[in-house]
């Protein structure tokens, strides 16, 4: 069974410029979720989605966007790129709306974004 | 708030020597306790979820176990393999959603 599949794995941007990230969630698993890791501030939610439908936005300026697709895959974006913004972005998916006895989460390998 | 604190920042053991993680949490209901390893330049690898106080869940040498107020991580004779990151998340209940809020993690090194 494949896992979370990110791509670009790498890439470098120059700043001002903008960037797409997608993601191929495991099959099956309707909702998507993105986290922003850095040394200093660790793993931070950006955004979820779940049935083409954005759930929950973390505390990003609007310069963070997402979609998700009708087949689960979701794609992120981030407009007038900043040095800040140089990261490993994760993406999750898990396999049910939340339920009482919550779910498992799986993540990807990440894309590694240098802006400079 | 929802937060979650991780201790210690860094831990060095000596192959063999066995200890514990901790992992303090601050939320407004539970909904699940997440616990990831992650190595250097990859994504966490998901170990243990954990929903109610009084659970514990095994999977090797790893031990997970969860009260209202924190979980642990006990490793048991570790092996150098098992150097890595090591991440606690919380879900809550009042997200009506899958967001987890992560701790700043705690970095293990085995020696052999």
């Known amino acids: 069974k494949a896992g979370v599949t990110q791509t670009p794995r790498y890439l470098i941007k120059t700043r001002g410029q903008q960037v797409t990230l997608s993601c191929s969630p495991i099959?099956?698993?309707?909702?998507v979720s993105w986290y922003q890791q850095t040394p200093g501030q660790g793993l931070q939610f950006l955004f979820e989605y779940f049935s083409e439908t954005q759930r929950n936005k973390g505390n990003f300026p609007g310069r963070f966007s997402g979609r998700q697709f009708s087949n689960s895959r979701s794609e992120m974006n981030v407009s007038t790129l900043e040095l800040g913004d140089s990261a490993l972005y994760l993406c999750?998916?898990?396999?049910?709306?939340?339920?009482?006895?919550?779910?498992?989460?799986?993540f990807g390998e990440g894309s590694w974004l240098t802006v400079v | 708030e929802d937060q979650v604190t991780q201790s210690p920042e860094a831990l060095r053991l000596q192959e063999g020597e066995s200890s514990s993680l901790n992992c303090s949490y601050t939320v407004s209901g539970l909904r699940g306790l997440f616990w990831y390893r992650q190595d250097p330049g990859k994504g966490p690898e998901f170990l243990f979820t954990l929903y109610s106080a009084g659970e514990e869940k095994e999977k090797e040498r790893l031990k997970a176990t969860l009260t209202k107020k924190e979980s642990f991580l006990h490793i048991t004779a570790p092996k150098p393999e098992d150097s890595a990151t090591y991440l606690c998340?919380?879900?809550?209940?009042?997200?009506?959603?899958?967001?987890?809020?992560f701790g700043q993690g705690t970095t293990l090194q085995v020696k052999p």
């Open positions: 998340a919380v879900q809550a209940y009042s997200s009506n959603t899958g967001k987890l809020i």
């Open positions: 099959s099956g698993h309707r909702s």
């Open positions: 999750a998916s898990s396999s049910k709306s939340p339920e009482p006895s919550g779910n498992t989460i799986y």
